[in-house]
């Protein structure tokens, strides 16, 4: 697990990224790609796809970032799809939902993780699915 990474997607959610944004920039080098062109791809992730009602904005960079990794690997578009499912099923398993208002409680009061503790989570799944595919 790189530690690095994981303080950097911290930083950049509490430096103001929205939650899409702080998972997908620090992943920058590891991707090969300019933080800009992250910071703009995924600006419109954050808060549940804008609206509250899409999945959490940290679990969707998250997924692009394994899916783009494992199409370096040379692995498949299901192998990619495999990982996302994965992923999401791994998250709201820890956190009981996947959706950002019901994470946030929007509808019943009850906030079940709030943005740093998803952005959080996120990363560290995603940590965990890099290590096996590096193994690979």
Request: net charge neutral; glycine share 12%.
């Amino acid at each position: 697990m790189n530690e690095d990474r994981l303080k950097k997607v911290l930083e950049n959610h509490c430096g103001g990224y929205n939650c899409a944004q702080a998972v997908a920039c620090a992943y920058s080098e590891k991707l090969g790609l300019d933080e800009k062109i992250l910071y703009q791809l995924s600006s419109g992730l954050g808060v549940g796809m804008g609206s509250m009602e899409g999945s959490c904005g940290a679990v969707t960079a998250a997924a692009m970032v394994i899916g783009m990794l494992a199409q370096k690997k040379g692995l498949s578009n299901r192998d990619s799809l495999r990982l996302s499912r994965q992923l999401t099923n791994d998250f709201e398993e820890k956190n009981q939902a996947l959706t950002c208002k019901t994470l946030k409680g929007r509808d019943t009061g009850n906030v079940l993780r709030d943005c740093g503790g998803c952005v959080s989570d996120s990363a560290k799944l995603l940590e965990k699915m890099i290590d096996a595919l590096d193994k690979q």
